[in-house]
Every structure is written in C-alpha cells, then in structure tokens.
C-alpha cells in the first residue's frame, strides 16, 4: 500500500490546525508568562474569576453566551477562617419577599437571618432568640433589691458563645451578698439554648432555654424557659418569657414567672427606650398552690456607646404588698 495518502493526509491536518495551536499557544504564553511546558487548550478560551478567598475557578466561556448575558458574577464564598462574626460588622442577609430595612439594628443577619438588634441583649431581664454563630460576648451584671428595708446584691461575670445549629452557650460567675455585712456567697450558672427555627420561620421565634445554677451552701437550682420574641413594626421590638425557677433540695420553692419587655428605637443602633416587667408567683413543697405574688415595673434603657458595646438598664417597681420594694437591673457587654 502507498504511504503517500496517509503523508498528505497529515500534512493538510497540520496546515488546518495550525493557526488554532500558534493563537492559542500565544494567549497562554502571554498569560503565563511564556513557561515552557505549557498546554493551551484547544476548546477556546477560558475565563479565570477569582473568588473573596483568592482561589482562582477557572470557566470555560461560550462567546454566544457572553455576547447575549452580562459576565457572570465573582464568586465570593470566604473560608471558615475568613468569616466575619462580630454582629456588628456582619453584612446584611437579603431575604427574598422582604421590603428593604429602613433601620440598620433590623436588617438580616448571620447563619440564621436574624435582625441585628437580637445579636446582643435588649432587655436584662427578658431573653429573645440566641445570638449568631460565632459570636463571643463578655457581660458584667448587677442586680440589687431592696424589700423590707433588706439590701440584697447580686453581681454575675458571663461569657455568651453562639454555636451552631442554633444552640447559644453561657458560662456565669456569680456573687451574692445579703445585707452589707454578711458574707459574700458564690455560685455558678450554665445556660444552654436552642432556637426551634431560623428566625422567622415560626410564630414568636420560640427558644427553648434552660439552665443550671450551683450555689455555695444553698439549694441547687434548675430553670427551664421558652423564650418568644420579635418586631411588632419598625423600630418597636419586644419579648416575652415564660420561666420556672425549681430548687432541687432545702424547701424546694419553686418560682413560676412571666417576664416581658417592649422597646422603640430611638436613634438606630444607638438609643433605645421602652419598657420591662416581672411577675412571679412563688410556693414551697410544705405549701403548695400558696403563692406569694412579687409584681414589678418599670422603664428600660439601652444605650451603645460603641457598636461592640452595650450598656441596659431597668429599674423596676413592686406593685403589691408582697412584692419587692425595687430591683434594679443593670447590664453592661462587650463583644470580641
């Protein structure tokens, strides 16, 4: 058989392909800066996009397709260790059906597309949600109570951790003193909660909380709560707990309680104003279903004199015989 047809044959594939190879071997050249060993691609040419964390994705790219459709978007997935979680500095979720947020504290945030203002604590004595994922926060707290003409003070060190999966996290320290000359009393708190739903999901946001309190030379305690929260209309907010506070040896007194709290946005993310009540109804295992009634109301003040902190305040009022005189709540955070 003559070799002649088959010589031909590659000399007019050689002469076809040609200009392909030397145009696509100049563009990869020219982009790589011309190292040897270099392959170009015979398909055409490919886009190179490079995302937030500085992996190149490269794309192959039909040129009918950009002729008719805008390029397409960068790629902006961050590594874990590139993601922000300080709530103040989280970018806003855009949530699709909803009208833009006017307010700044209530635009969309984190894993869980909560409203900013639930990333740090609104009211001391009401609960609303959990924070987001990844967040650390350090609270100092002081509660004094005056009844009778009796001086009580409680003073509590937190550390708040939002974990995932909508679970929340804190650890306490905490002093209790009785009367200024007795001695000064410690215990320790943990609280767990879980969110049941991304916010919005369910009526309320409900959370279920619950927590352990170790006390020096008292009665343990456990304290269950279901925690309802959310925006009644721009800028009012507001949250309402429903709490049982059981000790676990001694009298065994066991504390049912409703708290609640209303707030307005004053000056965005800045100055809130509102409102907080307490009403608890308490017994003993020698008296069961004799409840003494301590009702308690007053104003409610949050003030942020940086975005990573928060200053509360809520001096609360009895409003029956048996309820305290006064209890001042008094809460100050700091997120990391």
Known sequence: MSKLPLARTVALAAAVLAPVLSGNALGAG?????????VASPIGPARSDVDAGGVELAQVVNPADAQRRPAASRDTTQTPQEREHRS??????????????RLREEQRIGTYSQPRWTATRRFPSTRVYVVPEGKVEF?????PTWNNGINEMRSLWEMEFGLPHRFQLDLY????QEGDL????????VEVRWAFAEW???????TFYFEWV????????IEPKLLLGGQLSEGWHAGLNFVAELELSGEREYEYEVTGGISRSVIDSKLSLGAETRCAFTDVAAGRGNFA???????SLQYRPLPQMTLNIAPLFGLTKESDDAQVFFNTGYEF
């Open 182 to 189: 007795s001695a000064m009393q410690l215990g320790q708190q």
């Open 88 to 101: 103040w500095k989280l970018p806003e979720v855009v949530v699709i059906g909803e009208r833009p947020h």
């Open 293 to 299: 009634k301590n009702i308690r109301l007053g104003p």
């Open 214 to 221: 170790g006390l020096e030379e008292r009665p343990d305690k």
């Open 139 to 143: 609270e100092y707290w002081a509660r």
């Open 173 to 176: 320290l905490r002093f209790d």
């Open 30 to 38: 020219a982009a790589g800066g011309g190292g040897a060993g270099e």
């Open 200 to 206: 919005g999901r369910l009526w309320g946001n409900p």
